[in-house]
């Protein structure tokens, strides 16, 4: 039976604990504010219980992902540092002189335990019940926006993944011996991947074994990340591309092939719902979804504030439905008010341009109507024609023979003059203030607990990336609003 209250194993040595990891440790106050034992509910119905030997603790082995979102590490550094790191074995119910798992476990957990679980929505839950019990969560208006996350092939083909990766790891070699460059095997001149593949193995079993250096930290994790491509993601290598991950757009010249994740956050800067989806999905389409999550987590939605992405019809009809103010200004380009097929045709807000159902963006859009009279006034997109003649989903969209393919909206609409009155307000005005907390969000995901670059392939993979480091920001937001 897997339901068994984690402690530490009697030993004596457990004393250290008391020396090495200080009462501000951080992850020491990770475990006295949580309490794990719900995973355990939720992970019963993967295990067999009657038959085989018994599993190693799940809450240990969620324990090691956690640490992998909070110290940004792979599989094995992370399974390493738990060796001699007392914080890392305090938090992971160790005791000082236990043996550690094999990294390949991390692996099968994810895949065989974690599968199928709605584990964003269970963490982020969980820390919002957490925040609503320690009473710190008061505000009423949640903060929305979406970041974007590059897949980990970014449309690389795989020679040029592996030539990567063995280049970085080549570079922090030489920076330590420069004298090994005449010993290092030859470099694969050619394009066959098979090639490539038996360089980096190559390459790998020199820096192990006779470089003299393979045990330098520094030298490691590019060490490890090469030999993960190799050993791990041979399959993947072959695919060459992310199969889920998507061309989105930033700004009108600049795109990015991966995902998206859309944010709610509270004024306290807790994370309270998020969506993962694939990189060209619009922003303001989620709306609806993030607050009825928030809701369902516990929170109590009366304001949401958001850019102007999020200040379409829809949500405006939405939002006033369910007596919620949406802060949210309105662009003349975005206004949704008698143009035809809106929810085929998506604004991007970042390039400013709308985007048709295959995903296509305009190249160039143009201002149409008697100037000065708003009534009749026009925004006219204009699409790459001899895209449109290729496109599959041209039936119905594209006549045959047309030398053009052109999208207009009217700039402004009626039902958006309340809107217009709301903006003029002190208090849209002193709310929008607070939508810069959620931008600060992001750079910590992305730069604190690396998610601008996916860690592995496929929407489950992002999905399950997500939910920890989500998880992660949360519980550290929450120490630091307890202290």
């Known amino acids: 039976m897997i339901r068994q209250q984690q402690t530490l194993v009697l030993?004596?040595?457990?004393?250290?604990?008391?020396?090495?990891?200080?009462?501000?440790?951080?992850?020491?106050?990770?475990?006295?504010?949580?309490?794990?034992?719900?995973?355990?509910?939720?992970?019963?119905?993967?295990?067999?219980?009657?038959?085989?030997?018994?599993?190693?603790?799940?809450?240990?082995?969620?324990?090691?992902?956690?640490?992998?979102?909070?110290?940004?590490?792979?599989?094995?550094?992370?399974?390493?540092?738990?060796?001699?790191?007392?914080?890392?074995?305090?938090?992971?119910?160790?005791?000082?002189?236990?043996?550690?798992?094999?990294?390949?476990?991390?692996?099968?957990?994810?895949?065989?335990?974690?599968?199928?679980?709605?584990?964003?929505?269970?963490?982020?839950?969980?820390?919002?019940?957490?925040?609503?019990?320690?009473?710190?969560?008061?505000?009423?208006?949640?903060?929305?926006?979406?970041?974007?996350?590059?897949?980990?092939?970014?449309?690389?083909?795989?020679?040029?993944?592996?030539?990567?990766?063995?280049?970085?790891?080549?570079?922090?070699?030489?920076?330590?011996?420069?004298?090994?460059?005449?010993?290092?095997?030859?470099?694969?001149?050619?394009?066959?991947?098979?090639?490539?593949?038996?360089?980096?193995?190559?390459?790998?079993?020199f820096i192990e074994k006779e470089s003299g250096i393979a045990q330098v930290p520094k030298v490691l994790e590019p060490l490890h990340l090469l030999k993960e491509t190799i050993e791990d993601d041979v399959e993947q290598l072959h695919l060459a591309t992310d199969p889920d991950a998507r061309v989105g757009h930033k700004s009108a010249d600049s795109a990015f092939f991966g995902y998206k994740t859309h944010l709610a956050m509270t004024e306290e800067r807790l994370i309270t719902a998020?969506?993962?989806?694939?990189?060209?999905?619009?922003?303001?389409?989620?709306?609806?979804?993030?607050?009825?999550?928030?809701?369902?987590?516990?929170?109590?939605?009366?304001?949401?504030?958001?850019?102007?992405?999020?200040?379409?019809?829809?949500?405006?009809?939405?939002?006033?439905?369910?007596?919620?103010?949406?802060?949210?200004?309105l662009n003349p380009l975005i206004t949704q008010g008698a143009r035809k097929k809106e929810n085929e045709f998506l604004f991007n807000k970042d390039a400013g341009m709308y985007v048709c159902p295959a995903g296509h963006m305009a190249i160039k859009k143009a201002r149409q109507g008697k100037k000065g009279v708003s009534k009749n006034q026009l925004k006219t997109y204009f699409f790459d024609v001899e895209i449109c003649k290729r496109c599959p989903l041209k039936e119905g969209c594209y006549k045959e023979g047309a030398k053009s393919k052109t999208y207009s909206v009217t700039i402004k609409s009626d039902e958006h003059v309340e809107q217009i009155a709301f903006q003029e307000t002190e208090y849209f005005k002193a709310k929008s203030k607070e939508r810069y907390k959620i931008e600060a969000k992001n750079s910590e995901l992305k730069h604190g607990h690396g998610y601008d670059v996916a860690t592995s392939s496929g929407l489950l993979g992002m999905q399950l990336q997500g939910a920890m480091a989500i998880f992660a920001v949360n519980l550290k937001r929450i120490l630091k609003l307890v202290d």
């Open 274 to 329: 998020a969506v993962i989806t694939t990189g060209e999905k619009n922003d303001g389409k989620q709306l609806q979804t993030l607050i009825e999550k928030s809701q369902a987590a516990g929170m109590q939605v009366k304001t949401v504030i958001g850019d102007t992405a999020y200040s379409e019809k829809d949500n405006l009809i939405y939002t006033k439905q369910n007596e919620i103010e949406l802060v949210a200004k």
């Open 11 to 205: 030993s004596t040595y457990a004393a250290l604990y008391d020396i090495v990891v200080p009462k501000g440790n951080m992850l020491r106050q990770i475990n006295e504010l949580v309490d794990f034992t719900f995973i355990y509910e939720e992970l019963e119905a993967k295990y067999c219980l009657d038959n085989g030997r018994n599993a190693i603790d799940p809450i240990r082995m969620f324990k090691y992902l956690l640490l992998k979102a909070i110290f940004e590490l792979s599989d094995v550094d992370i399974v390493e540092r738990s060796k001699y790191d007392m914080s890392f074995k305090y938090f992971l119910g160790m005791a000082p002189e236990d043996s550690v798992i094999d990294p390949s476990s991390l692996t099968k957990f994810r895949k065989l335990r974690l599968k199928d679980m709605n584990l964003l929505d269970m963490l982020i839950d969980q820390t919002v019940a957490l925040a609503i019990e320690q009473n710190i969560l008061k505000s009423t208006s949640i903060i929305v926006d979406a970041t974007h996350t590059k897949a980990r092939s970014n449309q690389k083909s795989p020679q040029e993944i592996l030539q990567d990766r063995a280049r970085k790891l080549r570079k922090v070699v030489y920076s330590m011996d420069e004298s090994v460059k005449t010993k290092m095997p030859a470099k694969n001149m050619n394009n066959v991947l098979e090639d490539e593949i038996a360089y980096c193995q190559k390459l790998v079993a």
